[in-house]
């Protein structure tokens, strides 16, 4: 059996077993940016394939710079997404020399900041990057979800689906690692083209509501908004005019925040 993440190994992949033909994400997104007058210049931290960051780019009138640190990713984004400046790094250790109007991560990418010091060291990033009074946008997983459910932890679960002639089954288990507050997830890929099976092992940070907010304040953001939903990944999903919920229960979290006037970048990055 080999390790490795097959979807990420594979960004034509990944975009065929979560596809989103609409760009539900950016959409949501530019509504927020729009909702909070957001000015043009964009930083998608954690961008993925790029298809995000280009719809912004390009539909939206964003001027984007995209950050990842797969460089498969990278150059699957370059080649298929193109528009956005790319830049390979480390969410927690980047200096792009420049400051934006706001900050997009998306998809529990803040999630990969699986200790305080990871979480502290990216937010000082985006202080450093973004101008004073700059969003920082975020849409996660909810850590207060698993207080009262544990549906997501009954497992093992599997899913399948075919690409370009071979069919994909995944079998995968999450559980709780209470003492890192880690989500961690154990994942078997096997295909019917007879290549090897596949083993993955990820994990993310599990932030609570409140945690978020003391985090956030002192690295000095204002928390504008923080709800379950609706979102590009909530059920039912988000929609042209729907309203936040106000709630924090469901399982994805959607952070809107504001860098406070007072709290500017303090010299981290050249403006």
Known sequence: MSTGNLLTDHPELYEERFPDPDHLAARWAE?????????????D????TGRD???????????VTALDSSPTMLAHARHHHSG????????RDFDLGTR???????????LYCHTNEDLTAFL?????HLVPGGLLVAEMRNGAFFLGST???????????TWRGTTYTSHTTLWIDHGTQLLRRRRTWTADDGSPPQEQHSAWRLLFPQELRYFLTTAGFEVLALHDGPGPRTEPPWSEGAAPIGTTRSDRLHLIARLTPQHPANGDTTP
Request: glycine fraction near 12%; charged fraction near 25%; aromatic fraction near 4%.
């Open 31 to 43: 509504d927020v940016l729009a909702r909070h007058g957001a000015g043009p210049r964009v930083l």
């Open 151 to 161: 549906e997501l932890l009954d497992g093992p679960r599997s899913d399948a689906f």
């Open 100 to 110: 934006f109007d706001a900050v997009l991560c998306l998809d529990s990418a803040l």
């Open 53 to 63: 960051a280009a719809w912004l780019h390009h539909e939206a009138g964003r001027e």
């Open 84 to 91: 956005p400046a790319h830049h390979r790094a480390d969410m």
């Open 124 to 128: 000082a990033r985006c202080r450093g």
């Open 45 to 48: 931290v954690g961008c993925g």
